[in-house]
Each structure stands twice: as structure tokens, then as C-alpha cells.
């Protein structure tokens, strides 16, 4: 970079920076620091008046000329209370009073709408990575063109260092793509044929072409970005009420100073209450700690619905979880192959099994064949003949033989004699103790092995759950459809003690209900279909992996946009501090009116000292609220997830969790 | 509801809002302004919704009339 450049790029961002925010409150502090040396080195009373007055003047117009605006619309506002106490001084002839309150809350201004726009920094980074153009392919040449007028069908391209500018799949090419926007997850995801990209999203690294789904306002971007205006402005409960009562106090305390100053004949007193009540700070106290809670959230990938979803959610006490999909993967795997029989190896019974299943529809049959397939067994064609039997397994002629797959009753129905043998029972008990679904494999009634497939248990799972308690829910609980021992054994293996098994969809919302009678706020964690009854009754409905889903995303009170558990604690855990933080807020505010109105009464309290202490606390609240952003206490992280001693089962699941 | 005229919905985001009650100057402003149905004001989000007939009142005439209140707004995009 050249040095007049770079000089030239500094002279505009001064130039900027006083045009902006702060030309008003340095000229006029400049003439208070001349009016005070030409008073105190000259002398000169009449000079430092003309100066305090100047003073006044310059910070004082913009607020009388929008005070004036205001009352032509009819609204009574702050603006109106400073205009009134600085003119009410310069005629008494307090002209430094009047100079120091106009200056003040000049440099508060200034100072508010700096940091305020800090609170809502998350939203803007949000709109920032909307994309402007896409490259799109028309008739075979490359074409690009506004990111919003994609057509639903078109393919984009989208190369290395650019960002994707559609919602769509990738039908070509592969890549690592940064979706950070979206899902809050700052490592970039491998994307290849089939997958899934967002718009915002920023390719890092290969070369993707992208058929569109969606553009523009139809993309998952821009449905996050209009849930999470909507949810900052929506507002909470204490917020409505605090809406009302700032209605009606700036009129209230101008009439309190004019009945005060009619009634003491004090002047000053009077326009000394117009200033420090300024209700700044209590009306800015809960939006403050709202926008820049939910920012926070969304920047993390968490849509929390809107205030008043905060404060339910900082009151959760009792978490209730869907099992399949939710705390496990949702998709069965092969677990174990045990073979009986002299002679046969664990990969002929997977092989045999395999074979048998090739034709077979049903969910366990695919966990089978991929793992043959994984294990690079040969599955030569399908079965002369497949035969399903409900309930129980699947009876298969291969080669001439019978070969039979499934529960103890099927095999049992095979052999004339009925008699299995106890090994074969033993082993079946065993793999369904530890929460798996055997399947016993016998050819024309012998049995040669056992297969178990079993839905896996997410890695995170168990951290979830102990980070739930940290943040203060007492009861996580259970519900499933599924049989009580694979329950039990998912629930002793994440940790958690309540288990409600064989649950049908209206069973589950009545589990629901049931803790609510108890007293407890409830949140719900389920994919949406069958939880879909339970999810509504439920204090706070959350939907996980909400990314590709435009429905989750606008329906669920919180939207966790990744697949990732661990977001749950760290969303009831983001909603009590953001409530902690308004509550705070609030307190900071009355306090500090309590305190001025007492100083004043008391005498002490001068009109600059309070302006001074109001602006103080207004910029106390917004930075307050500003802590908010930054990440979450490292409190939460500093356990390892990982125990030594945990069990085996688990920590070779998160050697290998994504084993396919 | 309306068949004469064509009411589109604009959004406008703005900047600088920093108190609650100052927004109430623009919903004003804006409502006053020819073919403007509703104008709803978010404070929190800082966005301005406009129902109106761009024919009477074109997104210009909005953002001068934001203008006039004392604040800066330009149309978004979604």
C-alpha cells in the first residue's frame, strides 16, 4: 500500500468520524475549555459567558431541533426534557449548567449509538454475509447475475474463496465449504455430489457446481435472518410492561417539575428533575440485553424464538429427550457378529446373512448388507426366493437352502425339534441386555451365529447431559417409542435416570404434561414428526439440525441449526445469562433514578452532575449488555468429554464415530 | 382486500436508533406521507415496515421521509 493511499484512506475515516458522531460534542467541549481559560488566565466574565453560551448552543440545537420534530408528531420525548432544562438555564443565567447538560448528553449520544450498534453487530454480520451475485450457467456460458434472481433449477458455480449464493445441492465437482453463518461451526465441511450447501456459506477450498433450490428470500439465510429480527423485536413480558410505563413518565415528570417549581418557587430544582429523569436507561435496559442475547445465539447457530422464549427458557428446569435421532444417530449399524457353529468365521455368518437379506426391504436389512459391503464380502445377486415373515425376520432360499434370519421365535419355527440349544439363547439375551437387536442366522434349521445391529449412540451425548445439570436442569428425561431395555441401555450410557419406554406420540405428550403438573418447565427435544404433539405442549419446543429445514427454523422456539447436542446446554445456559442481564440492566437503571431524584431533594445534585451520572448509567447498561457477546464462559468447555474409564463401548465410539 | 391499488410491503433497515421513543417520530412521518398504509417501526432490529402504494409513494420518498425524522434507512434486500 502506497503512503498517499493509505494517508488518504486515514484522511477520510477522520474526516468520517467527525462528520458522524463526534463534531458536535468536540467543538462545543472546546469552546467550555476556552470559556474556562478566558475566565480564569483573562478574566474576562462577558468573553466566557459568550463562550459557555456558545457552548450550549452548538450542543444544544441538534437536540432542540429534535425535540421540535418530535412535538410536531406529538411525542414527548427525552429530547424535549434536555431542550427545556438548557433553555430554562441560559435564562437564569446558569449558563455553564446549560453548557455542560447540553454537552453531556452530546458525548452520551454519541457514545450510544456507538456501543449500541455494537449490540447489534451479530444481525449485521449476518447481513453482511448475504451474497450479491452468483455465477450461473445458461446455455453453457458462464453468466453472472444478482444472487437473488437465481431460477429454482439453475446450476451455480461456486469457486474456491467465493460464497455460495444459492440454497442448493451439489450435483458436480467437491470442496470444503465454511458455514459458520449458518451453523455457527467455524471447521469448513466437506461438501461432494448429494450434499446440501447454503447460501452465505464461503467455499474454502475446490470447486463446486450448486443446483439451486432456492434464492434471495427463499434461502435457509434469510429465513435466519428474518427469525432473528423478529425474535429481538418481540418482546418479553417485563419489556411490555416497561413500554407502557415509559409512556407515560416523561409527560409525568414534566408536570412533577412544573408543580415542583410552582410549589418551591425554585427554579433550578425544577429543571434539575427534568434532566436526571431522563428515563434513557430504563427504556433501553431489556432491548439492550434482548438483541444482543439473541445475536449472540445466532451467531452459534441457536435461534431462540424471541424474548419472552428467553425468559421461559432460562426458567428450564426438566429436559425431555426423543431417543431415536435425537441421542442417538438414527440410523442403525451392524454391532456385533458372533458365530456358533465348528467351522464357520464371523465373515461367513455376515456374508450368509448378507446374502439373505439382499432382497429384503426392511430397515435392519440395510445396516447388514453396508457393513458385508464395508467389509468387502462378496453378495452375488439375490435369493431364488425371500420370504419376510412379520414381526420376526426374513426366510430366504439361497443356492437350494434355507437360510433364516431373524428373532429366537423364527429359528425356533425352523427346526422340527424346537430346541436351540442354551448358547444360542445365552448370546441373544446378552446382545439385547446391552440394548441391541439380535438376529439369529440358521441355515435349514442349524444356527450358525448371531448378528446385532444397534442405533449408535452420538459421541456428545453423554457430555449433553452432564452439562445440563451444570446449567441447572434437574430432571432429563427419556421418552421413546422404542423397548425398554435398548432404552435403558442408550440411558445408562449417556447418564441419564429416567426412562419412559414404548411411548406412543399422545404418551409422550402426556409424559410432557405430567412434568408440567409437577411444577417444572419443560423443554423438548425431538425430530419433529412423531414428537410433533409432545414438541408443542412443551414449555420450549427444539428442533436440532434445523439448517435444512425452513419449517424448524420458523416454528421451533429454539432452532439449533447443527446436528450438534451440545448446543442445547449451551442455549438454556445463553438464555439465563441474557436474563440475568437484563435483570441487571433494570437494576442499574432504577437505582440510579432512585438515587438522583434522593440527591436532588436532598440538594448536592447540580444539573451537569445529572446529566453526567444518567448518561454514565445508560452507556453501564449497553456495555453491560455487550458482555453478552462475547463467547460463552470457557466454564463450559473445560471438562474433557471424555472420562478415562467411561465405558469401552462409548470410547470406541468417539474414536471412530463416523465409521460408516 | 384493496383491488384499486397495488399496496407492496417495503423494508427498510436503518441506522443510529438508540432510544425507543424516538421511533415513534418515524412511524409518524412515514404514516403521513400519500398511499402509505401501515409503517411499523422495530426498534430492537432497527427496521422500518412499510405497507403503501408505490405509485403514491415510492421507497425514495420513504427513506426522505426517515430522513426528515433524523435517521438514515436504506431498502434490504430481504
Redesign the interface.
Known amino acids: 500500500m502506497s503512503m498517499s493511499m493509505s494517508m488518504s484512506t486515514m484522511g477520510t475515516r477522520v474526516r468520517r468520524w467527525i462528520g458522524h458522531r463526534w463534531a458536535v460534542p468536540t467543538v462545543s467541549g472546546t469552546a467550555i475549555l476556552a470559556s474556562f481559560a478566558v475566565s480564569r488566565l483573562a478574566g474576562a466574565t462577558g468573553w466566557a459567558d459568550a463562550l459557555m453560551i456558545a457552548a450550549a448552543v452548538i450542543a444544544g440545537t441538534p437536540v432542540v431541533v429534535?425535540a421540535a420534530?418530535?412535538l410536531t408528531?406529538?411525542?414527548v420525548?427525552?429530547?424535549l426534557l434536555v431542550s427545556v432544562a438548557a433553555s430554562g438555564a441560559v435564562v437564569i443565567g446558569n449558563y455553564w449548567e446549560a453548557a455542560a447538560v447540553t454537552f453531556l448528553f452530546a458525548v452520551g449520544?454519541a457514545l450510544?449509538?456507538a456501543t449500541?450498534?455494537k449490540t447489534?453487530s451479530a444481525?449485521a454480520e449476518l447481513?453482511a454475509v448475504?451474497p450479491d451475485v452468483a455465477v450461473v450457467l445458461r446455455a453453457g456460458e458462464q453468466v453472472e447475475v444478482p444472487a437473488?434472481t437465481v431460477e429454482v433449477g439453475e446450476v451455480v458455480l461456486v469457486k474456491s474463496g467465493t460464497k455460495v449464493p444459492v440454497d442448493g445441492e451439489v450435483v458436480a465437482g467437491s470442496g470444503a465449504v465454511d458455514e459458520a453463518s449458518i451453523t455457527g461451526e467455524s471447521i469448513p465441511a466437506e461438501k461432494v455430489e448429494g450434499d446440501r450447501v447454503f447460501a452465505g456459506t464461503v467455499s474454502t477450498g475446490g470447486f463446486l457446481q450448486v443446483r439451486t433450490t432456492g434464492a434471495?428470500?427463499d434461502t435457509t439465510l434469510?429465513r435466519i435472518?428474518?427469525r432473528?429480527?423478529?425474535a429481538?423485536?418481540a418482546k418479553a413480558p417485563t419489556q411490555a410492561f416497561m413500554?407502557r410505563f415509559?409512556a407515560w413518565y416523561?409527560p409525568a415528570i414534566i408536570v412533577l417539575a412544573v408543580v415542583a417549581g410552582l410549589v418551591t418557587r425554585d427554579v433550578v430544582l425544577a429543571l434539575t428533575l427534568l434532566v436526571i429523569a431522563c428515563p434513557?436507561a430504563l427504556?433501553?435496559s431489556i432491548?439492550v440485553s434482548?438483541?444482543a442475547g439473541i445475536g449472540r445465539g445466532a451467531k452459534d447457530g441457536m435461534l431462540i424464538k424471541g424474548g419472552e422464549f428467553l425468559e421461559t427458557s432460562a426458567r428450564i428446569d426438566a429436559v425431555a429427550l426423543d431417543k431415536t435421532g435425537t441421542l442417538t444417530e438414527g440410523r442403525p449399524r451392524l454391532t456385533d457378529v458372533v458365530a456358533l457353529r465348528p467351522g464357520w468365521g464371523r465373515a461367513d455368518v455376515l456374508a450368509l446373512a448378507a446374502r439373505a437379506e439382499a432382497g429384503s426391504e426392511h430397515p435392519l436389512a440395510r445396516p447388514i448388507l453396508e457393513a458385508a459391503a464395508a467389509e468387502g464380502l462378496a453378495v452375488p445377486g439375490l435369493p431364488e426366493h425371500t420370504e419376510p415373515v412379520a414381526g420376526k425376520g426374513i426366510v430366504a432360499t439361497l443356492d437350494g437352502r434355507r437360510v433364516a434370519v431373524g428373532n429366537l421365535a423364527l429359528i425356533a419355527a425352523e427346526r422340527a425339534d424346537h430346541d436351540l440349544g442354551g448358547q444360542v439363547a445365552e448370546t441373544v439375551a446378552e446382545l439385547a441386555e446391552a440394548g441391541r437387536t439380535p438376529m439369529v442366522v440358521a441355515v435349514d434349521g442349524d444356527v450358525v451365529g448371531v448378528v446385532a445391529v444397534a442405533d449408535r449412540v452420538r459421541p456428545e451425548a453423554a457430555e449433553m447431559v452432564r452439562r445440563l445439570r451444570r446449567v441447572g436442569v434437574r430432571e432429563v428425561v427419556m421418552l421413546t417409542g422404542d423397548i425398554e431395555p435398548v432404552a435403558r441401555a442408550v440411558a445408562s450410557q449417556v447418564g441419564i435416570d429416567q426412562v419412559r419406554a414404548s411411548l406412543l406420540p399422545e404418551a409422550k405428550l402426556e409424559a410432557v404434561a405430567q412434568l408440567q403438573r409437577e411444577g417444572r418447565t419443560v423443554a423438548m427435544v425431538g425430530d419433529g414428526v412423531n414428537d410433533a404433539p409432545a414438541l408443542a405442549t412443551a414449555d420450549i419446543g427444539v428442533a436440532m439440525g434445523a439448517a435444512g429445514s425452513g419449517v424448524a427454523i420458523e416454528t421451533a422456539d429454539i432452532a439449533l441449526m447443527k446436528d450438534d447436542l451440545l448446543k442445547l446446554p449451551a442455549a438454556v445456559g445463553l438464555a439465563r445469562r441474557t436474563v440475568a442481564n437484563m435483570r441487571q440492566n433494570i437494576t442499574i437503571a432504577l437505582v440510579t433514578v432512585a438515587a438522583l431524584v434522593a440527591g436532588v431533594l436532598l440538594g448536592g445534585v447540580t444539573m451537569a452532575i445529572g446529566m453526567l451520572v444518567h448518561e454514565l448509567s445508560v452507556l453501564l447498561v449497553i456495555v453491560n449488555a455487550m458482555r453478552l457477546l462475547r463467547p460463552a464462559q470457557p466454564a463450559e468447555d473445560r471438562n474433557p468429554p471424555q472420562r478415562p474409564g467411561q465405558d469401552a463401548d462409548n470410547a470406541s465410539l468417539r474414536a471412530a464415530p463416523t465409521a460408516a | 382486500m384493496n383491488t384499486t391499488t397495488a399496496l407492496t410491503t417495503t423494508v427498510l433497515?436503518a441506522?443510529?436508533?438508540?432510544?425507543?421513543?424516538?421511533v415513534?417520530?418515524i412511524e409518524?412521518?412515514v404514516g403521513r406521507l400519500p398511499g402509505v398504509d401501515s409503517v411499523t417501526v422495530?426498534?430492537?432490529?432497527?427496521?422500518i415496515e412499510v405497507r403503501h402504494d408505490a405509485a403514491l409513494s415510492d421507497v425514495d420518498a420513504l427513506i426522505d421521509a426517515v430522513a426528515?425524522?433524523?435517521y438514515v434507512a436504506r431498502p434490504?434486500?430481504?
Open positions: 429534535k420534530r418530535a408528531v406529538r411525542v420525548g427525552i429530547d449520544h450510544e449509538s449500541l450498534a447489534r444481525l447481513i448475504a437473488a434471495g428470500a434469510a435472518i428474518h432473528v429480527e423478529e429481538q423485536d413500554d415509559s416523561t434513557g427504556v433501553i432491548p434482548i438483541v | 433497515r441506522e443510529g436508533f438508540s432510544c425507543p421513543s424516538c415513534a417520530k409518524k412521518r422495530h426498534f430492537a432490529s432497527a427496521r426528515k425524522a433524523g434490504a434486500a430481504f
